[in-house]
């Protein structure tokens, strides 16, 4: 809760030029703003002198039968600002982003001199108020002062490289931990800092703060603040690298664990947190208002599902990252993705930012209450800024909620009341998200190629080649999100794979959330399956119903392929998806919550020809990241056996009795007269040059219970109707005249279509 105007009001930051952080960047800028830096921070380092006693050393070849001069190496010596001081500790150096001193350094006197190996050396002055000019500078040419304050870097001789004449980009880790000896518990927090210090340090500090005296400050108040965020593990690391008022410094500071400034009777200065509080509200009832109180209760529109935290993450080199809170009682409320985006980019540590996220989170997915009253003036004595009150007027339909003040006008002299704005009390939602876990070990980010995820091989049906060679689909879920291809090796003995073929397109895997019945519409824009990706691709762009029926994205799971559209955000990684059913000549099929499902777009899909000798196939597919591959021998084989699925024949369509498709009936002692209809012969595409496929050898006739029990089978020559079923082979299959349904095979080379047609047929 901020209890300033709107932080929309303050002056936006400073823009990133190409993108990158300013702090990450080494300059010489004229009139920079000397860094201020509380906690731990990475910072580049502000050039303060020119480069100075530059010296050249040949670089000396064999070319034939003399040396000869094929470079220079160059060295210079110059001075560069880190912050204000003093500095506690230096952490490491980079240069180029490259890491070339690696620490810890604590601070012991004015300054202390590193060796960087085959660089060279540099004094550090911490920035303490006794630091002497440093005698290298004094000889640069150049007038310099002691910098006493400020910590600088001063480079003996630095090795700039083979033809190179300007310095490296320069960055360093380093921490400060104001001494604050008010407060009784540790400075630090996780190497962060109690974030109460940088207030009272920009307060007090005559050389970079405001200069004024402690006496002016809560300071009891600070302390108890204080110890309560070190209880819940709080810390921040701001660093300011721009002209900053202190009342943005009091609204950047206090958004980041939720607190509001307080002022005491003698008008020092304070904080206390917006927290759930024991002690009883103020009562503020209709005999305490003068008029009707102004209320503005917030919408289901104005709420966010979405709160997205920007920190500095410290385990991943000090860049901006972010971490989500996901509210999934506002989404189905509201039915729409609703998102804000927080920047704390003084927070450090993804664990403090995650408990941010959560408590802010959860604020913004409820509408809360807000408004303005005119109290009486004995009953605006009662009432602080930021202080709690239970409000109750039943004329509104409010009984006892529980509101903060935001802002209080105490009555000019001669007037009665007083006027207050207010916002419903949200202390109630930090109360166990600010306890901050422990974040987990830092580690290096290595860009490596990491095994898939998942993966899984489906031999495909005729229809997505047209082609009555056997076809298989690999489907790939990459285990990281750099790796941008894998290679095919398909196995040629026990020992021996070859490569047959490189993909640069990866699936999406999960798993049935809820059981898909089989007795959907052939065409779902109702109910939609839903889906939770397990992989770590879990994003579905719009797809249209246009497309779906041009099999765009398609859908596998168990036996059946489906085709997709119009995908809707569920929660996080969770789609429900809209499916036009049994594609491909596949049957629809009921799929129970957890079965395995494959996502992918039909023009993205990694296929290759195969033959049926033996049936039996082996693959590894091997991922890659650019001319990284992962070792072939830590990828598992996955094997398929092929059952000719390109080989069967499209199923019969339009099966009817008597010709009746949609009730067929039959009387005592009738025969069933049979009949349906044959898909197109397969042929090339326009113009028709060539039949793909032979007709069909069989038409299999199946007599089942209506509880789907067989009964018999009638097999006909060919693939042309109508067929007749005799009373009497009927009721041989029966047992006598009862409801049946009939179902419809073709067969061709042995083999049955993958589909069928039927109907059930009733006695009367």
């Known amino acids: 809760m901020s209890f300033f105007s709107s ?3 303050l002056p936006q930051p400073k823009q990133k030029p190409l993108g990158l952080d300013e702090r990450r ?52 010596s110059f001075a560069a600002l880190i912050a204000h001081g003093p500095l506690d500790r230096l952490d490491a150096i980079w240069m180029d982003d490259e890491l070339v001193w690696d620490g810890p350094l604590a601070r012991s006197g004015d300054y202390a001199d590193i060796t960087i190996e085959d660089r060279g050396n540099v004094r550090l002055y911490w920035g303490t108020e006794t630091q002497v000019q440093d005698p290298l500078l004094a000889t640069s040419g150049t007038v310099h002062p002691a910098y006493q304050g400020q910590a600088y870097l001063v480079f003996d001789q630095l090795f700039f490289g083979r033809d190179r004449t300007n310095a ?64 819940e593990g709080i810390g921040v690391s701001p660093v300011i690298t721009r002209a900053l008022n202190f009342r943005q410094l009091l609204v950047e500071l206090c958004e980041c664990f939720d607190a509001y400034p307080t002022y005491d009777s003698q008008g020092r200065l304070g904080l206390a947190l917006v927290r759930e509080s024991a002690e009883a509200p103020v009562t503020v009832e209709p005999a305490d208002l003068v008029d009707a109180p102004t209320l503005n209760p917030q919408g289901w529109p104005d709420t966010f599902n979405e709160t997205f935290v920007r920190f500095t ?81 039943p004329q509104s339909g409010v009984d006892g909620a529980l509101c903060r003040v935001e802002r209080l006008t105490l ?90 073929g490189a993909f640069d397109s990866f699936a999406q895997r999960g798993h049935v959330v809820v059981e898909y019945p089989a007795d959907t519409l052939l065409i779902d824009d109702y109910l939609g399956i839903e889906i939770q990706f397990d992989s770590l691709d879990n994003d579905l762009d719009e797809i249209t119903f246009l497309e779906a029926q041009q099999n765009r994205l398609l859908v596998f799971v168990g036996n059946e392929i489906l085709s997709a559209w119009n995908p809707q955000l569920v929660a996080a990684g969770r789609y429900r998806l809209r499916t036009i059913r049994a594609r491909y000549d596949t049957r629809r099929e009921t799929h129970p919550a957890n079965t395995e499902v494959w996502v992918a777009l039909r023009d993205d899909l990694a296929m290759r020809s195969d033959d049926m000798c033996p049936p039996v196939k082996t693959f590894k597919l091997q991922p890659f990241l650019l001319q990284s591959e992962l070792d072939l021998a830590l990828v598992d084989p996955i094997s398929i056996t092929l059952q000719k699925r390109a080989y069967r024949p499209l199923a019969p369509l339009n099966l009817r009795v008597a010709g009746d ?14 009949a349906w209809d044959k898909a197109a012969n397969r042929s090339s595409e326009e113009p028709v040059t060539k039949v793909l496929s032979p007709d069909i050898d069989k038409t299999a006739l199946e007599v089942l219970t209506t509880g789907d029990v067989l009964k018999g089978t009638f097999e006909f020559s060919g693939g042309s109707g109508p067929r007749t079923i005799i009373n009497a082979q009927l009721v041989a299959a029966l047992g006598s005249e009862i409801d049946f349904k009939l179902r419809a095979w073709f067969v061709r080379s042995g083999l049955r279509s993958l589909n069928y047609d039927e109907v059930t047929v009733r006695k009367i």
């Open 7 to 9: 932080t929309k009001d």
């Open 25 to 76: 960047i080494a300059t010489n800028e004229q009139a920079r703003p000397v860094p201020y830096l509380c906690g731990i921070a990475r910072l580049a380092v502000t050039f303060i002198s020119e480069a100075f006693a530059v010296k050249s050393k040949k670089i000396k070849m064999r070319v034939g039968k003399k040396k000869e001069t094929v470079g220079y190496n160059y060295f210079a």
């Open 168 to 231: 490296p980009n320069i960055e360093v880790l380093v921490a400060r931990w104001p001494n604050a000896p008010w407060l009784s518990t540790p400075n630090s927090i996780e190497d962060d800092v109690n974030p109460v210090i940088p207030l009272w340090d920009l307060w007090t500090n005559p050389r970079y703060g405001l200069g004024l005296p402690e006496s002016r400050l809560d300071m009891d108040a600070l302390a108890a603040v204080g110890e309560q965020l070190n209880a």
């Open 313 to 393: 993450n410290r385990d991943k080199r000090f860049q901006e990252d972010s971490v989500a809170y996901r509210d999934r009682g506002n989404f189905q409320i509201t039915q729409a993705v609703l998102s804000q985006t927080l920047g704390r980019l003084w927070i450090t540590r993804q664990g403090v930012a995650q408990k941010i996220a959560n408590a802010a989170g959860r604020v913004a997915a409820q509408p809360m209450l807000a408004g303005s009253m005119q109290v009486r003036k004995s009953k605006a004595s009662g009432l602080t800024v930021g202080g709690l009150f239970s409000l109750s007027f």
């Open 411 to 500: 009555p000019a002299p001669g007037q009665a009341a007083a006027t207050v704005q207010f916002r419903e009390d949200t202390g109630f939602f930090n109360g166990d998200h600010y306890a901050a876990g422990a974040d987990d070990a830092p580690s290096e980010n290595v860009f490596e190629v990491q095994a898939l995820g998942y993966e899984k091989l489906i031999e495909a049906p005729w229809g997505f080649k047209e082609t009555s060679t056997p076809q298989v689909v690999f489907l790939a879920a990459r285990g990281d999100l750099v790796s941008n291809g894998f290679n095919l090796w398909k196995q040629r003995s026990d020992l021996s794979y070859r490569d047959v």
């Open 661 to 674: 498709g949609c009730n067929p009936t039959y009387a005592t002692g009738g025969d069933i007269l049979a």
